[in-house]
């Protein structure tokens, strides 16, 4: 039996906690084989993004012919995609897609770098937007595209709503950028996840109290594309991912002198009793 194929459109992390590298490895443990076309390569570690250099627009798109023309894709999703030629390279290639696409919209590193151009934004939000299946953005990444703040549940469910809007299909609006609910013992995180065919969900779990935490976005983003290739509706593949990232959360490295990434093994070191 092959594994459903998957695909990553991101930027590469030299720390390998985020992007391409975090995506191929949550692939990876979710019984999935990995694709990737690499939008950007940034230096990177723990503690800051030092470096991006970008390939043309050609390349990103023949990396990408490259893939759709030879393997069997089950599902896809998209990181960063740092600029307005380069979506538009993306959005051409994805644009007759047969496989649902996870969006994750990555505009700004966990260490304060810019990973989207500004101007890329209304790109972003014209071509990206409409392809997706699921758009995945934390608080600050909603407040940006929806153009409003977000200092509520009630607002959350607007900006999701205005997103659905602009394109989306569905928007899981995570709830880590925002203050953990709860007493202090037992805080919790809520994710909402907003449809357009009317399903509104809240998925609420313990929060972990760890600084590290890099690329949970990707890894969470990752892991919903790969149960959507292995079949599982969207409610349950975002639940299926919510798990495997909190798993990996709280098994997660303390790596580097800063903010340490999760651990994508965290599952199979469990199975072999030493996680």
């Known amino acids: ?59 990103v798109a023949a990396q990408l012919r490259a ?4 393997f069997p894709i089950r599902a896809a999703k998209t990181g960063m995609l740092f600029s ?15 496989f649902p696409l996870v969006v994750d919209p990555v505009c700004v590193a966990q260490s304060g770098a810019r990973l989207l151009l500004p101007e890329a934004v209304a790109a972003l939000i014209a071509r990206i937007l409409p392809l997706a299946d699921l758009l995945t953005p934390n608080r600050h990444e909603a407040e940006l595209l929806a153009g409003m703040a977000i200092n509520s549940p009630a607002e959350a469910r607007t900006a999701a709503v205005r997103l659905l809007a602009l394109g989306a299909k569905a928007v899981l609006l995570k709830g880590g950028h925002f203050e953990a609910s709860g007493d202090p013992g037992r805080a919790l995180v809520t994710d909402l996840l907003v449809t357009g065919q009317g399903l509104v969900r809240e998925y609420v779990r313990p929060h972990v109290p760890t600084r590290n935490t890099h690329g949970t976005g990707c890894t969470l ?15 349950e593949a975002v639940e299926a ?20 990434p999760v651990n994508h093994l965290a599952p199979y070191l469990r199975l072999l009793g030493e996680a």
Do not use: W
Request: aromatic share 4%; glycine share 12%.
């Open 1 to 59: 039996m092959q594994p459903p194929c998957v695909l990553t459109v991101a930027g590469s992390d030299s720390g390998g906690g985020a992007g391409i590298q975090a995506d191929l490895k949550t692939f990876m443990m979710q019984g999935c084989y990995g694709l990737s076309a690499i939008t950007a390569l940034t230096a990177q570690n723990t503690r800051a993004v030092t470096a991006i250099e970008a390939p043309s627009p050609g390349f």
């Open 67 to 70: 893939v759709l023309d030879d």
């Open 84 to 98: 307005a030629p380069i979506i538009e390279a993306v959005a051409d290639a994805l644009a007759d897609k047969d």
């Open 221 to 235: 983003s990752a892991a919903i594309a790969a149960h959507l290739a292995r079949g599982k509706a969207l409610p």
């Open 241 to 260: 991912g919510r798990d495997y990232l909190q798993e990996a959360l709280l098994a997660a490295y303390d790596l580097g002198r800063g903010d340490g």
